[in-house]
């Protein structure tokens, strides 16, 4: 395993980061003794996390999973999209308008249809998830294929090089940094639509969403936030996981280069 480089541990480095968290704790004792019905105080939130871990784990997995299957329908729909619209015009002239239209629609209004069309099971969270990522990666993916510089491209014409050579061995790499700045954002963002889909599925009985949703209408202020930190949790988790993959895959890449 690879060591940490001593810059990481200066003080300067993690200090700073420390310093915030300490500040940012005490000005929410501050609120939280002040407004209890506003919010809990972390106490409570911590203890409710160890008083029930295998609930909160259950739950975490349910919206866990509802994520990353919406992430990778959406991811892969998106890059199938965006290689057919970087090599058609006409295919870019007619889907990206509709592409558009989709993203600009809030998510939050078309979950509940989903919920009425497919019923309270997996599917309506799933779909409302890739709904959710699916955009970032069309654009992101689109704009790094066709990002590739013309005179390596016109190297590639010069020696008949196929569409196919020309997508795999220039276009494909050119895009990756595009594609995982995408699965930087969209991480992350998978989780938004798997709770806003269970924000919305009133029959639902697992997950993190569902949990804040009952809590939240029986006044438990300390099991919603619990709820809400597990969620963050998972946001940075899934963010290092990305960052972590990005890091190996393009250590080629002048982005990656210190």
Not at 120 to 136: M, S
Not at 139 to 144: D, F, K, L, V, W
Request: net charge positive.
């Amino acid at each position: 395993m690879r060591a940490l480089p001593a810059a990481a541990l200066h003080p300067r480095v993690w200090l700073p980061t420390v310093v915030a968290l300490l500040v940012a704790a005490a000005v929410w004792e501050r609120v939280a003794g002040a407004n209890p019905y506003v919010l809990p105080r972390l106490g409570a939130v911590g203890a409710q996390l160890a008083g029930e871990p295998a609930f909160y784990l259950a739950n975490a997995w349910t919206t866990l999973s509802e994520a990353l299957l919406g992430l990778a329908v959406g991811a892969l729909a998106a890059f199938a999209v965006a290689v057919g619209v970087s090599e058609s015009v006409l295919l870019r002239r007619a889907v990206l308008p509709l592409a558009v239209v989709l993203n600009v629609t809030p998510v939050v209004a078309i979950a509940p249809a989903l919920v009425v069309a497919f019923g309270f099971g997996i599917v309506p969270k799933v779909l409302v998830a890739a709904l959710t990522t699916f955009f970032p990666v069309l654009m992101n993916t689109a704009t790094g294929l066709r990002s590739v510089r013309r005179e390596v491209l016109q190297v590639f014409r010069t020696v008949h090089a196929s569409r196919w050579d020309v997508l795999l061995r220039l276009r494909l790499p050119s895009a990756l940094p595009f594609v995982f700045a995408a699965l930087r954002v969209v991480f992350p963002l998978s989780l938004v639509g798997a709770i806003v889909a269970e924000f919305t599925a009133a029959g639902a009985t697992a997950g993190l969403g569902t949990v804040i949703s009952v809590a939240s209408s029986n006044s438990q202020l300390d099991r919603v936030f619990a709820a809400i930190a597990c969620l963050a949790l998972l946001g940075a988790l899934l963010l290092l996981v990305v960052t972590t993959v990005e890091r190996r895959v393009l250590s080629w890449h002048s982005s990656q280069q210190r």
